[in-house]
C-alpha cells in the first residue's frame, strides 16, 4: 500500500464502519483513523479534528471519496437504497 489520503470524515463511529464496509465490498482496502478519540469522547462536539476519518491508498482516493460522497448525499436526502443508488453512473 502506498501513501495514504483521507477520502471522508464521518460524523461518527456508525459512520465510519458502514462507509468502510461499502469500500471493502467494491474491493478498496480502508484504513480507519481516529476511531480511539471518537469512542472516548462519545458524541462530543469537538469539530473534525477528532472526526473518524477513512484514509485509502492515493492511487484509488477518487474513485473511493466518489463512491463515499454519492452514498452520504443519498442517506442525507432520504434515498432508500443507498448503496445501490451509488452503482448507477
Not at 476511531?35 to 469537538?46: E, R
Amino acid at each position: 500500500m502506498g501513501k495514504l489520503l483521507e477520502i471522508y470524515s464521518a460524523k461518527d463511529v456508525l459512520q465510519a464502519y458502514l462507509m468502510k464496509s461499502v469500500l471493502e465490498a467494491r474491493g478498496f482496502t480502508v484504513v480507519l483513523d481516529n476511531l480511539p478519540l471518537q469512542i472516548a469522547l462519545g458524541d462530543l462536539a469537538l469539530g473534525t479534528t477528532t472526526a473518524p476519518r477513512l484514509l485509502v491508498d492515493e492511487a484509488h482516493a477518487i474513485e473511493a471519496r466518489k463512491i463515499v460522497l454519492e452514498l452520504d448525499a443519498a442517506y442525507q436526502y432520504g434515498g432508500s437504497d443507498a448503496e445501490s443508488d451509488c452503482d448507477q453512473d
